[in-house]
């Protein structure tokens, strides 16, 4: 088998593995800090869940730049696994935590030595044939969204059988799992010694350098404007439910339903988009994929029931699947060999300020303009970013068409 296809069943397993252990304390976390940690005003419990749900992100973007810089420096398995086992150490230590301020800076200190993810993608970026991009992007991206969907769940029933502590430790173990098998089986063809000898630039000087290449300030700028257009209406999402189904008996269940509906169809067209993308080219897969996710958020703000909202969902989740891998595989493309690591930790931090941006901003504009309107502002920021980004990139593409 070729390495590179043995390095994308050991990240896609890897993938997986972090995104499930990352998500399994999203269900429990209000409650984590009400059982265990002796928070009992709600509005306290709420201020303080929002604040070490968004301190991963804060640190996330301001270091993820650094860490693209060290991987271009001394290779991305290096940091892969640093960033593995360094997570699964902070993730144990949060099933120690006593008070709320634990909590908060083992949050932000995760963020600073996160980057499992980007580097993984980066990884098989550089040693995927270029041919096999939007495959190779579109199943990575489904491995970890597989992960995301199912650590919720996972996390809930745990914590019904066992209590909040023992998750992070289980969370933990899962981390350190998939360090070890990428430690074992991963391998990339990095040249340290070449790689010594270069010029070392500081991080913004190679931020100016990367932005100078046409694409890669539109493609950052469409990575901010999706994450922020999909996460804003997210966290109402379950009160949306509740005023849809008009009664409390299964509330939780439709909620969720509704919450993983659209990681199932994500993770089943990514790689279907991905091998498209790879035979007509990713700039059409992403301008149709944005499109697509504009027409089917508008509609989530008409439903008048639980049963149409999930069909809308489950049709957003299968144009999702064309969006950040394309992304990811138009970065690779356009970007020069041996600073991948760099352009796309620059990506993550345009993700993860996308991220923050997004929930803050949804929850204030929600005052004015209601859940509905956040479908609505969200599919409009879809629709003006699809044609900004068909104009844009065919702009900067010039006489260098797509293959």
């Known amino acids: 088998m070729p390495r590179w296809k043995i390095n994308l069943i050991v990240l896609f397993c890897g993938n997986f593995l972090v995104m499930a252990g990352m998500t399994m304390i999203i269900p429990f976390l ?52 640093r960033s593995g086992f360094g997570m699964s150490v902070v993730m144990i230590l949060m099933g120690f935590a006593t008070n709320a301020w634990h909590l908060l800076l083992l949050r932000m200190l995760n963020g600073v ?37 199912l650590g919720p769940f996972i996390g809930g029933l745990l914590a019904d059988s066992f209590g909040f502590r023992p998750i992070f430790y289980i969370t933990g173990a899962l981390l350190f799992l998939a360090s070890v098998i990428s430690w074992w089986l991963v391998q990339e063809n990095f040249d340290r010694e070449a790689a010594s000898h270069q010029v070392q630039e500081s991080v913004i000087h190679g931020f100016r350098e990367l932005m100078k290449i046409p694409q890669l300030p539109v493609l950052l700028t469409i990575t901010f404007f999706i994450q922020f257009a999909m996460l804003g209406p997210m966290p109402l999402i379950p009160l949306y439910v509740e005023k849809l189904h008009g009664t409390t008996a299964n509330l939780a269940f439709f909620a969720g339903f509704v919450g993983s509906v659209t990681g199932m169809s ?104 209601g859940i509905e309107g956040l479908f609505v502002i969200s599919a409009v920021m879809l629709f003006l970013t699809c044609i900004w980004a068909s104009q844009a990139l065919h702009s900067r593409i010039g006489k260098t068409a797509e293959k």
């Open 113 to 149: 030595i996160s980057g499992f993810v980007p580097a993984a993608v980066s990884l098989v970026s550089a040693t995927t044939p270029k041919k096999r991009m939007g495959f190779v992007m579109g199943t990575l991206q489904s491995g970890g969204t597989a992960g995301a969907i």
């Open 30 to 81: 209000s409650l984590y800090l009400k059982q265990d940690l002796g928070l009992t005003d709600e509005h306290e419990i709420g201020i303080w869940a929002g604040l070490i749900f968004a301190a991963n992100f804060v640190t996330s973007f301001l270091f993820q730049p650094l860490w693209g810089k060290l991987s271009d420096r001394y290779g991305r398995k290096m940091m892969l696994l």
């Open 266 to 369: 994500n993770m089943i067209s990514s790689p279907l988009l991905g091998k498209l993308s790879d035979r007509i080219g990713a700039t059409p897969i992403l301008l149709v994929s944005l499109l697509g996710a504009s027409l089917t958020l508008l509609p989530q703000a008409f439903v008048s029931s639980v049963g149409q909202l999930l069909v809308w969902r489950f049709l957003l989740g299968c144009f999702m699947g064309g969006l950040l891998p394309t992304v990811n595989s138009l970065i690779r493309r356009h970007t020069p060999d041996g600073k991948e690591s760099r352009a796309f930790s620059f990506n993550s931090s345009a993700l993860s300020l996308g991220n923050m941006a997004g929930p803050v901003m949804g929850g204030a504009l929600s005052t004015f303009f």
